[in-house]
């Protein structure tokens, strides 16, 4: 007999920590499956209950078989540790018994992302794809295959009144063996430090070493427990990308600095709500993004290291301040801070993609797909980057793929129309355009169908667009822009240019989009040029 206590010694060192009955119990089971053996009618293997186990086959080493002999003496030694060099935390599980809870079970999923990016060598697949798992009937082998990784991060949270306990298991997807686990229970307040905890503890377990920063650190700043809350719930909300959602989600963030004035990335959550209200048109771009860029300054004077605050800057500097040079230096500077983040390349890619940099663009937007692998934004947006590049065909098959995670997907259906129009399939635009429409009543999806009805010959249903749009400006505001596409579409220039200037008079962010080749038909003309100059657009 071989006990259970002679096993553990053996397979896991002193001071490892791991479910070791839950891991010796899979290892024998995986045994027995390849020795084609049955645990109730033993003919190999037999267990002596809550004592271990014992061969009970004949066994017979030809004098000759030494290194057969040397192999089978060697089968109980410590599996070697296996290489890893990505990794996916899967959705924590909410085991605090109350669904409402769920919104900070999925924010302690991101922070623990966050967390664990910052261990250097180490490839982490970003919350948009791992949260697509959540509640998923998949084994941990098929979701590290469909993510392409070496091992997965899966755990849960209790949460009760003002005490978090979190449970974290590292698993090496290949062979789906435990390597190791960890409990954790903290006041909230002290919530900061714990994910520390946490991602130093999967980091030394990786054999890797852990990014000389986040080992500076010293102790991690408590934060007020209301204040953290209300952060998570601006969160949740926040990547809703609703325009109901978005209005809650400054409420949520608001609140948390107005409970704790020091709180860096609650001021980095309410510049990129701000931020995303202007580019879903909610209100005039004058309004929301120069208060974007002031929450964004005000968290980095309190810590210049959180680096959404850097994304949110550079993504107003594009498409608001059209300073050029200031929105490179801050998506490096995100960069460096954060390069397991998934949208720290996707901004850089989007920057460069504007400048006309196509091929630094898609290099660019591949390395946030690698962390990302079935987010539907990023795949969405890659075709847009494609379009750009006038690589229709790419663009097609990236918005497909998106569009094949989410059929409703939106913003896919528009960067599909796009690339669609270019190869002249332009009733599958219309198409695209339509259902787009009738999902989400996006204004700008609205324009984009009236200009290509105006393409496509059908005059009487653009101009009914255009009377629509008309009529909405007196209940919300509606986008200079939007009108201009909708005439380019027609060709009427003077119409056109009338409204570009408009929409360049209120720094509108989609002028940026003058260089796209749905603007080709009007390249030659004079005011075309004139207006690529004076927003620092490459011709």
């Known amino acids: 007999m071989v006990s259970r206590d002679e096993l553990r010694n053996r397979l896991w060192p002193e001071n490892t920590f791991v479910d070791f009955d839950r891991g010796l119990n899979k290892a024998i089971n995986g045994l027995r499956a390849t020795l084609k053996d049955h645990a109730k009618k033993p003919c190999l293997i037999e267990t002596l209950p809550k004592r271990g186990y014992r061969l009970i086959a004949p066994v017979e080493i030809g004098a000759a078989d030494s290194t057969n002999r040397s192999l089978a003496s060697g089968i109980l030694l410590e599996q070697p540790a296996p290489r890893i060099e990505s990794l996916a935390v899967l959705p924590l599980d909410n085991h605090s018994g109350d669904p409402a809870q769920d919104y900070f079970c999925d924010g302690m999923t991101e922070e623990l992302i966050s967390a664990v990016s910052k261990i250097s060598s180490l490839r982490v697949i970003s919350r948009t ?63 900061l430090q714990m994910q520390g905890e946490i991602a130093e503890s999967i980091a030394s377990q990786i054999h890797k070493l852990v990014d000389p920063e986040l080992r500076s650190r010293g102790k991690a700043r408590q934060v007020h427990p209301q204040a953290y809350e209300a952060f998570l719930k601006g969160n949740y909300f926040r990547d809703k990308m609703t325009p109901a959602e978005l209005e809650k989600s400054t409420d949520f963030f608001t609140l948390a600095t107005n409970l704790d004035p020091t709180y860096a990335e609650a001021y980095a959550g309410i510049s990129q709500s701000f931020f995303l209200m202007g580019v879903f048109g909610m209100a005039p771009s004058s309004e929301v993004f120069p208060k974007a860029k002031a929450n964004a300054l005000k968290a980095l004077e309190l810590d210049d290291t959180v680096a959404a605050a850097h994304n949110a800057l550079a993504a107003i500097h594009i498409l608001y ?219």
């Open 321 to 539: 301040d059209w300073d050029w040079a200031a929105a490179e230096a801050e998506c490096r500077r995100a960069l460096q801070l954060s390069p397991g983040d998934s949208w720290t390349h996707v901004h850089l890619a989007d920057y460069m993609s504007i400048r006309a940099r196509h091929d630094e663009a898609i290099a660019e937007m591949k390395r946030g797909l690698e962390l990302d692998p079935i987010s539907r934004p990023h795949l969405g947006f890659f075709g847009l980057i494609l379009y750009r590049a006038r690589l229709y065909d790419a663009g097609i098959l990236q918005c497909q793929r998106a569009l094949d995670i989410d059929p409703n997907y939106a913003n896919g259906l528009w960067f599909l129309a796009l690339s669609l129009e270019q190869k002249g399939r332009l009733n599958e635009s219309i198409a695209k355009l339509e259902k787009a429409v009738s999902l989400s009543g996006g204004l700008h999806y609205l324009a984009l169908l009236g200009r290509a009805y105006a393409l496509a010959g059908e005059k009487t249903k653009a101009l009914s667009i255009l009377y629509s749009l008309e009529a909405l400006t007196s209940q919300r505001y509606v986008s200079p822009f939007d009108f201009a596409v909708v005439y380019v579409g027609l060709g009427d220039r003077t119409s056109a240019f009338q409204w570009l200037e408009e929409a360049y008079r209120q720094r509108v962010f989609r002028i940026v989009e003058l260089t796209l080749p749905m603007f080709d038909s009007v390249r030659s003309d004079a005011r075309w040029g004139d207006l690529v100059r004076r927003i620092g657009l490459p011709q």
């Open 129 to 191: 794809s791992v949260m697509t798992y959540k509640g998923a009937n998949k084994s941990l082998p098929e979701i590290a295959k469909e993510l392409r990784v070496d091992a997965v991060v899966e755990g849960s949270v209790m949460r009760s009144d003002q005490k978090v306990r979190i449970t974290a298991q590292l698993i090496h997807a290949l062979d789906d063996r435990h390597l190791w686990s960890g409990k954790y229970e903290r006041e909230l307040r002290d919530i």
